[in-house]
Protein backbone atom coordinates (compact mmCIF):
# COMPACT_ATOMS: atom_id res chain seq x y z
CA UNK A 1 0.00 0.00 0.00
CA UNK A 2 1.58 3.14 -0.99
CA UNK A 3 0.37 5.53 1.57
CA UNK A 4 1.83 3.43 4.35
CA UNK A 5 5.27 5.20 2.96
CA UNK A 6 3.82 8.26 5.41
CA UNK A 7 5.43 8.45 8.45
CA UNK A 8 3.15 6.97 11.80
CA UNK A 9 3.71 9.50 14.61
CA UNK A 10 3.64 8.70 18.55
CA UNK A 11 0.93 10.94 20.29
CA UNK A 12 3.77 12.52 21.98
CA UNK A 13 5.56 13.75 19.16
CA UNK A 14 2.08 15.24 17.76
CA UNK A 15 1.22 16.81 21.13
CA UNK A 16 5.06 18.41 21.10
CA UNK A 17 3.98 20.26 17.71
CA UNK A 18 1.98 23.09 19.51
CA UNK A 19 3.82 26.38 18.13
CA UNK A 20 3.31 28.67 15.68
CA UNK A 21 6.42 27.66 14.45
CA UNK A 22 5.22 23.82 13.98
CA UNK A 23 1.59 23.11 15.01
CA UNK A 24 0.05 19.69 14.02
CA UNK A 25 -3.92 18.63 14.71
CA UNK A 26 -5.37 15.70 14.68
CA UNK A 27 -8.57 14.07 13.38
CA UNK A 28 -8.62 10.60 14.53
CA UNK A 29 -5.47 8.89 13.53
CA UNK A 30 -4.67 11.43 10.46
CA UNK A 31 -2.01 14.22 11.32
CA UNK A 32 -2.17 17.50 9.17
CA UNK A 33 0.86 19.80 10.36
CA UNK A 34 -1.44 23.19 9.35
CA UNK A 35 1.92 25.43 10.28
CA UNK A 36 1.48 27.26 6.57
CA UNK A 37 -2.73 27.48 7.27
CA UNK A 38 -2.17 29.63 10.47
CA UNK A 39 -1.68 32.89 8.77
CA UNK A 40 -4.47 32.54 6.53
CA UNK A 41 -7.56 31.09 9.17
CA UNK A 42 -10.39 33.18 8.89
CA UNK A 43 -10.70 32.99 12.89
CA UNK A 44 -6.56 34.24 13.45
CA UNK A 45 -3.77 31.35 13.98
CA UNK A 46 -4.54 32.25 17.77
CA UNK A 47 -7.52 30.11 17.76
CA UNK A 48 -6.06 27.20 16.03
CA UNK A 49 -3.21 26.87 18.58
CA UNK A 50 -5.67 26.67 21.59
CA UNK A 51 -6.06 22.86 19.64
CA UNK A 52 -1.98 22.32 18.56
CA UNK A 53 -1.38 19.50 18.82
CA UNK A 54 -4.66 17.83 19.69
CA UNK A 55 -7.76 16.45 18.03
CA UNK A 56 -9.95 18.87 16.16
CA UNK A 57 -13.15 16.51 15.32
CA UNK A 58 -15.42 17.92 17.35
CA UNK A 59 -14.51 21.71 17.62
CA UNK A 60 -14.76 21.64 14.14
CA UNK A 61 -18.38 19.96 14.54
CA UNK A 62 -19.19 22.63 17.29
CA UNK A 63 -22.57 24.54 15.94
CA UNK A 64 -21.71 26.73 18.68
CA UNK A 65 -18.27 27.31 18.29
CA UNK A 66 -18.40 27.38 13.66
CA UNK A 67 -19.68 23.99 11.86
CA UNK A 68 -16.72 23.96 8.93
CA UNK A 69 -18.08 23.64 5.44
CA UNK A 70 -16.34 20.79 3.29
CA UNK A 71 -14.10 23.36 2.16
CA UNK A 72 -12.04 23.47 5.80
CA UNK A 73 -11.78 19.69 5.20
CA UNK A 74 -10.12 20.00 2.45
CA UNK A 75 -7.56 22.51 3.32
CA UNK A 76 -6.25 19.97 5.94
CA UNK A 77 -6.06 17.22 3.58
CA UNK A 78 -3.87 19.48 1.79
CA UNK A 79 -1.73 19.69 4.82
CA UNK A 80 -2.22 16.26 5.31
CA UNK A 81 1.69 14.28 6.41
CA UNK A 82 0.98 10.79 8.44
CA UNK A 83 -0.56 9.17 11.09
CA UNK A 84 -0.77 8.87 14.65
CA UNK A 85 -0.48 5.64 16.42
CA UNK A 86 -3.40 6.42 19.28
CA UNK A 87 -3.84 4.76 22.10
CA UNK A 88 -6.34 2.31 21.06
CA UNK A 89 -4.62 1.50 18.02
CA UNK A 90 -1.81 0.78 20.06
CA UNK A 91 -3.53 -1.39 22.44
CA UNK A 92 -4.42 -3.50 18.71
CA UNK A 93 -0.70 -3.83 18.13
CA UNK A 94 -0.33 -5.14 21.76
CA UNK A 95 -3.29 -7.91 21.18
CA UNK A 96 -2.43 -8.85 17.35
CA UNK A 97 -0.87 -12.02 15.97
CA UNK A 98 0.70 -9.82 13.52
CA UNK A 99 0.88 -5.99 14.43
CA UNK A 100 3.08 -5.14 10.99
CA UNK A 101 -0.59 -5.45 9.79
CA UNK A 102 -1.67 -2.55 11.45
CA UNK A 103 1.50 -0.32 11.84
CA UNK A 104 2.96 1.76 10.52
CA UNK A 105 -0.45 3.08 9.31
CA UNK A 106 -2.83 3.11 7.58
CA UNK A 107 -3.43 -0.58 7.92
CA UNK A 108 -3.80 -3.47 5.47
CA UNK A 109 -6.57 -4.64 4.98
CA UNK A 110 -6.56 -7.85 7.16
CA UNK A 111 -5.16 -4.79 9.57
CA UNK A 112 -8.03 -2.65 8.90
CA UNK A 113 -10.62 -5.48 9.97
CA UNK A 114 -9.03 -6.61 12.63
CA UNK A 115 -9.10 -2.89 14.41
CA UNK A 116 -12.72 -2.90 13.76
CA UNK A 117 -12.87 -5.55 15.31
CA UNK A 118 -11.31 -4.49 18.58
CA UNK A 119 -13.54 -2.72 21.19
CA UNK A 120 -11.99 0.40 21.58
CA UNK A 121 -11.79 1.65 18.11
CA UNK A 122 -13.62 4.61 17.33
CA UNK A 123 -12.66 4.63 13.27
CA UNK A 124 -9.66 6.07 11.36
CA UNK A 125 -11.30 9.58 11.54
CA UNK A 126 -11.28 10.72 8.37
CA UNK A 127 -13.55 13.61 7.29
CA UNK A 128 -17.61 13.45 7.35
CA UNK A 129 -19.08 13.80 3.71
CA UNK A 130 -20.50 16.67 4.28
CA UNK A 131 -22.99 18.81 2.51
CA UNK A 132 -23.04 22.91 2.62
CA UNK A 133 -25.33 25.68 0.78
CA UNK A 134 -23.16 27.19 -1.89
CA UNK A 135 -24.60 30.85 -1.81
CA UNK A 136 -26.00 32.17 -5.20
CA UNK A 137 -24.19 35.84 -5.25
CA UNK A 138 -20.26 33.99 -4.25
CA UNK A 139 -20.37 30.44 -5.29
CA UNK A 140 -18.83 30.00 -1.85
CA UNK A 141 -20.19 27.95 1.48
CA UNK A 142 -18.49 29.93 4.45
CA UNK A 143 -15.77 32.05 5.62
CA UNK A 144 -13.07 29.06 5.53
CA UNK A 145 -13.51 28.94 1.93
CA UNK A 146 -12.18 32.47 1.21
CA UNK A 147 -8.69 30.82 2.44
CA UNK A 148 -9.18 27.84 0.10
CA UNK A 149 -6.29 27.95 -2.30
CA UNK A 150 -7.46 29.16 -6.02
CA UNK A 151 -5.82 26.54 -8.58
CA UNK A 152 -4.75 29.28 -10.80
CA UNK A 153 -4.90 27.45 -14.17
CA UNK A 154 -8.02 25.53 -13.48
CA UNK A 155 -10.06 29.07 -12.35
CA UNK A 156 -8.90 30.57 -15.84
CA UNK A 157 -9.48 27.86 -17.90
CA UNK A 158 -13.28 27.04 -16.01
CA UNK A 159 -14.19 31.26 -16.02
CA UNK A 160 -11.88 32.70 -18.63
CA UNK A 161 -11.46 36.40 -16.60
CA UNK A 162 -8.44 36.69 -14.52
CA UNK A 163 -5.20 34.52 -14.60
CA UNK A 164 -4.38 34.93 -11.00
CA UNK A 165 -0.09 34.27 -12.24
CA UNK A 166 -0.20 37.35 -14.16
CA UNK A 167 -0.54 41.00 -13.57
CA UNK A 168 -3.76 42.07 -12.93
CA UNK A 169 -4.51 45.61 -13.95
CA UNK A 170 -3.24 44.63 -17.80
CA UNK A 171 -6.04 42.14 -18.02
CA UNK A 172 -8.70 43.59 -16.61
CA UNK A 173 -8.07 46.56 -18.90
CA UNK A 174 -7.82 44.50 -21.66
CA UNK A 175 -10.39 42.13 -20.78
CA UNK A 176 -12.84 43.54 -23.04
CA UNK A 177 -15.32 42.53 -19.95
CA UNK A 178 -18.75 43.42 -19.51
CA UNK A 179 -20.30 45.06 -16.82
CA UNK A 180 -22.25 41.59 -15.60
CA UNK A 181 -19.87 39.63 -16.30
CA UNK A 182 -17.35 41.29 -14.81
CA UNK A 183 -19.29 41.75 -11.29
CA UNK A 184 -20.17 38.06 -11.07
CA UNK A 185 -16.47 37.19 -11.30
CA UNK A 186 -15.17 39.84 -8.96
CA UNK A 187 -17.36 39.05 -6.18
CA UNK A 188 -16.62 35.24 -6.32
CA UNK A 189 -13.42 35.22 -4.08
CA UNK A 190 -10.11 33.78 -5.23
CA UNK A 191 -7.48 33.04 -2.72
CA UNK A 192 -3.43 33.45 -4.22
CA UNK A 193 -1.20 30.63 -2.35
CA UNK A 194 1.98 32.22 -4.90
CA UNK A 195 3.10 34.56 -2.74
CA UNK A 196 2.49 37.71 -0.29
CA UNK A 197 0.34 39.09 -2.99
CA UNK A 198 -1.39 38.18 -6.17
CA UNK A 199 0.55 40.85 -9.03
CA UNK A 200 -1.78 43.90 -9.72
CA UNK A 201 0.95 45.69 -11.99
CA UNK A 202 4.16 43.63 -12.12
CA UNK A 203 6.35 46.53 -12.37
CA UNK A 204 7.86 49.37 -10.19
CA UNK A 205 4.43 50.55 -9.10
CA UNK A 206 3.66 47.28 -7.86
CA UNK A 207 5.17 48.31 -4.07
CA UNK A 208 2.79 51.28 -4.35
CA UNK A 209 -0.10 48.80 -4.25
CA UNK A 210 0.77 47.03 -1.04
CA UNK A 211 0.19 48.34 2.33
CA UNK A 212 1.08 46.75 5.83
CA UNK A 213 -1.80 47.51 8.20
CA UNK A 214 0.54 48.57 10.50
CA UNK A 215 1.26 51.81 7.93
CA UNK A 216 -2.33 53.03 8.59
CA UNK A 217 -1.45 54.33 12.26
CA UNK A 218 1.81 55.11 11.75
CA UNK A 219 1.09 57.50 9.07
CA UNK A 220 -1.79 59.22 10.40
CA UNK A 221 -1.97 58.90 14.07
CA UNK A 222 0.80 61.70 14.58
CA UNK A 223 -0.91 64.40 11.74
CA UNK A 224 -4.30 63.21 13.96
CA UNK A 225 -2.45 64.18 17.36
CA UNK A 226 -0.81 67.17 15.96
CA UNK A 227 -4.18 68.27 14.06
CA UNK A 228 -5.93 67.89 17.92
CA UNK A 229 -3.37 70.00 19.44
CA UNK A 230 -3.52 72.43 17.09
CA UNK A 231 -7.40 72.74 17.42
CA UNK A 232 -6.83 72.83 21.41
CA UNK A 233 -5.09 76.51 20.58
CA UNK A 234 -8.12 78.12 19.31
CA UNK A 235 -10.69 76.68 20.86
CA UNK A 236 -11.81 78.14 24.28
CA UNK A 237 -11.84 75.11 26.47
CA UNK A 238 -11.04 71.31 26.64
CA UNK A 239 -14.75 70.06 26.86
CA UNK A 240 -15.43 72.14 23.22
CA UNK A 241 -12.70 70.06 21.52
CA UNK A 242 -13.53 66.87 22.84
CA UNK A 243 -17.40 67.78 21.69
CA UNK A 244 -16.37 68.70 17.84
CA UNK A 245 -13.73 65.70 17.75
CA UNK A 246 -16.15 63.15 18.99
CA UNK A 247 -18.48 64.69 16.14
CA UNK A 248 -16.27 64.04 13.98
CA UNK A 249 -15.82 60.84 14.87
CA UNK A 250 -19.57 59.79 14.81
CA UNK A 251 -19.87 61.79 11.31
CA UNK A 252 -17.20 59.06 10.52
CA UNK A 253 -19.36 55.60 10.91
CA UNK A 254 -21.75 57.42 8.30
CA UNK A 255 -19.10 58.28 5.96
CA UNK A 256 -18.02 54.56 6.17
CA UNK A 257 -21.38 53.17 5.43
CA UNK A 258 -21.67 55.54 2.80
CA UNK A 259 -18.81 54.94 1.23
CA UNK A 260 -18.53 51.22 1.53
CA UNK A 261 -22.35 51.47 0.20
CA UNK A 262 -22.17 53.66 -2.76
CA UNK A 263 -18.36 54.46 -3.73
CA UNK A 264 -17.53 50.77 -2.74
CA UNK A 265 -20.60 49.06 -4.40
CA UNK A 266 -21.78 51.40 -6.54
CA UNK A 267 -22.32 47.87 -8.55
CA UNK A 268 -25.79 49.02 -10.36
CA UNK A 269 -24.60 52.47 -11.32
CA UNK A 270 -21.50 51.30 -12.72
CA UNK A 271 -21.00 52.14 -16.35
CA UNK A 272 -20.51 49.63 -18.77
CA UNK A 273 -17.08 50.42 -20.36
CA UNK A 274 -13.58 49.60 -19.50
CA UNK A 275 -12.06 52.33 -17.66
CA UNK A 276 -15.26 52.18 -15.15
CA UNK A 277 -14.49 48.90 -14.80
CA UNK A 278 -10.82 48.94 -13.70
CA UNK A 279 -11.54 51.97 -11.79
CA UNK A 280 -13.59 49.69 -10.01
CA UNK A 281 -11.38 46.79 -9.59
CA UNK A 282 -8.23 48.84 -8.08
CA UNK A 283 -10.57 51.14 -5.93
CA UNK A 284 -12.69 47.53 -3.81
CA UNK A 285 -13.24 45.03 -6.52
CA UNK A 286 -9.75 43.60 -5.84
CA UNK A 287 -10.85 43.30 -2.02
CA UNK A 288 -14.04 40.88 -3.02
CA UNK A 289 -12.04 38.93 -5.82
CA UNK A 290 -8.80 38.55 -2.91
CA UNK A 291 -10.06 39.10 0.40
CA UNK A 292 -7.53 37.48 2.25
CA UNK A 293 -4.85 39.88 0.56
CA UNK A 294 -2.49 40.97 3.78
CA UNK A 295 -1.13 43.60 1.55
CA UNK A 296 -4.72 45.07 -0.29
CA UNK A 297 -6.71 45.16 2.64
CA UNK A 298 -5.92 48.43 4.01
CA UNK A 299 -6.11 51.59 1.88
CA UNK A 300 -2.96 52.95 0.93
CA UNK A 301 -1.81 56.13 2.02
CA UNK A 302 -1.78 57.93 -1.70
CA UNK A 303 -5.63 57.02 -1.99
CA UNK A 304 -6.70 58.05 1.27
CA UNK A 305 -4.72 61.62 0.52
CA UNK A 306 -6.98 61.83 -2.26
CA UNK A 307 -10.23 60.74 -0.76
CA UNK A 308 -9.68 62.52 2.56
CA UNK A 309 -9.28 66.00 0.60
CA UNK A 310 -13.24 66.48 -0.02
CA UNK A 311 -13.93 65.74 3.80
CA UNK A 312 -11.75 68.06 4.62
CA UNK A 313 -12.92 70.95 2.40
CA UNK A 314 -16.82 69.60 3.72
CA UNK A 315 -15.22 70.71 7.00
CA UNK A 316 -14.26 73.55 6.40
CA UNK A 317 -17.90 74.23 4.70
CA UNK A 318 -20.09 73.17 7.18
CA UNK A 319 -17.99 74.20 9.86
CA UNK A 320 -16.91 77.93 8.09
CA UNK A 321 -17.32 79.80 11.75
CA UNK A 322 -14.26 78.34 13.08
CA UNK A 323 -11.46 77.22 11.58
CA UNK A 324 -10.36 75.21 14.76
CA UNK A 325 -13.80 73.94 15.49
CA UNK A 326 -13.53 72.57 11.85
CA UNK A 327 -9.72 71.12 12.42
CA UNK A 328 -11.28 69.32 15.52
CA UNK A 329 -14.34 67.79 14.02
CA UNK A 330 -11.51 66.65 10.95
CA UNK A 331 -9.25 64.80 13.50
CA UNK A 332 -11.97 62.59 15.07
CA UNK A 333 -12.64 61.58 11.72
CA UNK A 334 -9.54 60.68 10.45
CA UNK A 335 -9.17 58.96 14.07
CA UNK A 336 -12.31 56.89 13.06
CA UNK A 337 -10.87 55.85 9.90
CA UNK A 338 -7.79 54.48 11.41
CA UNK A 339 -10.14 52.65 13.44
CA UNK A 340 -12.27 51.19 10.77
CA UNK A 341 -9.25 49.97 8.40
CA UNK A 342 -7.33 48.36 11.37
CA UNK A 343 -10.69 46.73 12.44
CA UNK A 344 -11.44 45.45 8.87
CA UNK A 345 -7.70 43.78 8.62
CA UNK A 346 -7.97 42.55 11.81
CA UNK A 347 -11.37 41.16 10.96
CA UNK A 348 -10.11 39.23 8.79
CA UNK A 349 -6.79 37.86 9.90
CA UNK A 350 -6.84 37.80 13.46
CA UNK A 351 -8.43 35.86 16.38
CA UNK A 352 -10.48 38.65 18.54
CA UNK A 353 -12.55 39.09 21.61
CA UNK A 354 -15.97 37.89 21.61
CA UNK A 355 -17.72 41.25 20.42
CA UNK A 356 -15.69 41.30 17.45
CA UNK A 357 -16.15 37.63 16.47
CA UNK A 358 -19.30 38.13 16.05
CA UNK A 359 -18.52 41.08 13.98
CA UNK A 360 -15.83 39.03 12.42
CA UNK A 361 -18.69 36.54 11.36
CA UNK A 362 -20.83 39.11 10.05
CA UNK A 363 -18.27 41.04 7.78
CA UNK A 364 -17.13 37.54 6.11
CA UNK A 365 -20.42 36.94 5.74
CA UNK A 366 -20.59 40.19 3.28
CA UNK A 367 -17.33 37.80 1.58
CA UNK A 368 -18.91 34.78 1.16
CA UNK A 369 -22.56 35.09 1.37
CA UNK A 370 -23.80 37.94 -0.17
CA UNK A 371 -22.00 41.38 -0.88
CA UNK A 372 -25.37 43.31 -1.78
CA UNK A 373 -25.93 44.11 2.20
CA UNK A 374 -23.78 44.29 5.41
CA UNK A 375 -21.96 47.50 4.61
CA UNK A 376 -21.30 48.14 8.13
CA UNK A 377 -17.48 47.26 8.92
CA UNK A 378 -16.82 48.57 12.98
CA UNK A 379 -20.72 48.23 13.54
CA UNK A 380 -23.87 47.56 12.15
CA UNK A 381 -25.70 50.38 13.21
CA UNK A 382 -25.97 51.92 9.83
CA UNK A 383 -27.14 48.50 8.14
CA UNK A 384 -29.98 48.81 10.66
CA UNK A 385 -31.19 51.82 10.05
CA UNK A 386 -30.78 52.00 6.65
CA UNK A 387 -32.29 48.36 6.30
CA UNK A 388 -29.20 46.44 4.55
CA UNK A 389 -28.27 43.86 7.47
CA UNK A 390 -27.23 40.91 6.49
CA UNK A 391 -30.70 38.48 6.14
CA UNK A 392 -30.03 34.77 5.00
CA UNK A 393 -28.62 34.69 2.12
CA UNK A 394 -30.17 32.65 -1.40
CA UNK A 395 -28.78 29.10 -1.62
CA UNK A 396 -27.69 28.15 -5.54
CA UNK A 397 -27.18 24.40 -4.77
CA UNK A 398 -25.70 22.02 -2.52
CA UNK A 399 -22.39 20.66 -2.77
Not at 73 to 102: C, N, R, W
Request: hydrophobic share 40%; glycine share 6%.
Amino acid sequence: MATRALPTLSQADVASHSTSKSCYVTIGTKVYDITPFLEDHPGGGDLILEYAGKDVKQIMLDEISHTHSESAYEVLDDHFIGYMATDQVMDAVMESKKPDEIVPLPPTEAGLQELKEHSQMNGNGSAKDMSAPVYATTGMSSAEDLSKETDTSVDYRTHKFLDLSKPLFLQVWRGGFSKDFYLEQVHRPRHYKGGASAPLFGNFLEPLSKTAWWVVPMCWLPPVAYGTWLAGQGLPNMAQLVSYWITGLCIWTLVEYTMHRCLFHLDNYLPDNRVSITAHFLLHGIHHYLPMDRYRLVMPPTLFIVLAMPFWKLAQTVFFYNWFAATAVFCGGIFGYICYDLTHYFLHHKNLPMHYRELKKYHLQHHFADYENGFGVTSRFWDRVFKTELPPPKVLKLK
